[in-house]
């Protein structure tokens, strides 16, 4: 069993930042890659960024390519999620990923981008 808490979601205006932060109940991230996802009113959820485990590879969708950056420290068993010049776009419910026996999935977090 793997618990995520996902924080750090908010109102912000365009261009601002916010991080976004995943915690993991046991030390998942030192041996499994977990994933950012977020998903917008009556739209599909969608993978925004993924990290290998031990935090080797990262991989981002082609829409925060270059804005956000997803890192994880393994001592705290913590993912996060860096997101910066933040579009209306990217107003959405934010959600953390892993995948141990099964997928596991955080509550999800709100950040609200104002135009």
């Known amino acids: 069993q793997v618990q995520l808490v996902e924080s750090g979601g908010g109102l912000v205006q365009a261009g601002g930042s916010l991080r976004l932060s995943c915690a993991a109940s046991?030390?998942?991230?030192?041996?499994?890659?977990m994933g950012w996802y977020r998903q917008a009113p009556g739209k599909q959820r969608e993978l925004v960024a993924i990290?290998?485990?031990?935090?080797?590879?990262?991989g981002y969708a082609d829409s925060v390519k270059g804005r956000f950056t997803i890192s994880g420290d393994s001592a705290k068993n913590t993912v996060y999620l860096q997101m910066t010049s933040l579009k209306p776009e990217d107003t959405a419910r934010y959600y953390c990923?892993?995948?141990?026996?099964?997928?596991?999935w955080g509550q999800g977090t709100q950040v609200t981008v104002s135009s």
């Open positions: 990923h892993v995948r141990y026996s099964r997928d596991y």
């Open positions: 046991r030390s998942i991230f030192s041996t499994n890659a």
């Open positions: 990290i290998t485990s031990g935090g080797g590879s990262t």
